[in-house]
């Protein structure tokens, strides 16, 4: 099929792969425009650049697909289907009707729960046993075409949102590639979406990765691990040199108590609301992720002592 294909993350880049190494021509992808990154802050291109230029493919990077000049383009391409995965734009109708046989979105739950910006993220901050992928026919609605084809995934203890994007990359390059051939065919059975349970995802804000110790521990838990690696939930922790921003990545559940943010043993364990965590990787403000036992051997967290 002659596709375009429009994402931005690292999920996204492995659905186009997928796509190429099954011979379907990708008359173009769009991606967000390269941001700044790093310590320096230079531009960076997203994941679905850097793949499409290593697959030698040609792309472009509007900051808007309303812009006129661009629907035309994308008009032009005489394309049987688009492809979209978290690209990060609302794409206008003449977009969405220009393919021959429409264009069709792989969205990262179990519609309609998690319609929206963030549903892998919200997915785990939630507490959810179980998301999914699923391919959608696109509708000028958000997140509320019908679906198509889906692929169930179990969330488990230890996952984070960086451990569910990478196996659900996985999961929706193959339900892509399984599900293009019967949209071609005309064999595709369109679902629509159930008319209760529906929940929006929405984008995560910086204001929400601060952590509320007064919080229940398994609630602090579910946060701390949708939230890990970006943004990353955060509390401060005092220094000689004033307070301290530590990113916590991963925790397990403790049986312990204490007021809510006092540090209880010698290996970050800290006092919930109800219950306690015990942070297990963690980054300090400027510094890489490191394991609790390396953390502690650079900064003092003694017990007793309150994070904030």
């Known amino acids: 099929m002659r596709l ?8 996204a880049a492995t659905v186009l792969a997928a796509l190429a190494t099954a011979g379907h021509e990708i008359a173009c992808v769009y991606t967000q425009p390269p941001a700044p990154g790093g310590r320096g802050q230079s531009l960076r291109p997203s994941a679905v650049q850097a793949e499409a230029e290593r697959l030698g493919l040609p792309v472009r990077t509007p900051a808007s697909m309303r812009d006129s000049s661009e629907i035309s383009a994308f008009l032009e391409l005489g394309l049987d289907a688009a492809v979209v995965v978290a690209y990060g ?17 792989l969205h990262g739950s179990l519609l309609p729960r998690w319609r929206g910006a963030a549903p892998i993220q919200r997915a785990i901050m939630a507490g959810d046993p179980e998301t999914g992928v ?16 889906t692929a169930r995934l179990t969330i488990g203890p230890d996952d984070t949102a960086g451990s569910l ?9 193959d339900l892509t ?10 064999t595709a059975r ?11 995802a929405k984008k995560i804000r910086p204001k929400e990765a601060r952590i509320d110790w007064s919080r229940p521990a398994h609630e602090l838990d579910w946060k701390i691990r949708g939230l890990s690696p970006f943004p990353g939930a955060w509390f401060t922790a005092a220094s000689d040199k004033g307070p301290v921003r530590v990113k916590a990545l991963h925790c397990v559940l403790a049986s312990a108590e204490g ?24 980054q300090r403000e400027g510094k890489g992720p490191q394991d609790a036992a390396t ?13 904030d």
């Open 4 to 11: 375009a294909f429009l994402g931005t993350p690292p999920l």
């Open 89 to 105: 734009q609302i794409l206008p109708r003449e977009v969405l009707d220009a393919p021959r046989l429409g264009s069709f979105n």
């Open 134 to 149: 699923q391919v959608m026919r696109m509708t000028e609605g958000l997140d509320e075409g019908p679906v198509i084809a």
């Open 165 to 173: 994007f990478e196996r659900m990359g996985d999961a929706a390059a």
């Open 177 to 186: 590639v399984r599900t293009l051939p019967l949209i071609e065919a005309g």
């Open 190 to 200: 369109e679902a629509p979406q159930a008319e209760e349970g529906v929940t929006y």
């Open 259 to 282: 007021p809510p943010g006092q540090v209880l043993d010698d290996k970050l364990t800290i006092a919930c609301g109800e219950g306690a965590i015990r942070l297990t990787r963690v």
């Open 295 to 307: 953390f502690l051997r650079g900064f003092s967290l003694s017990p007793g002592s309150r994070l």
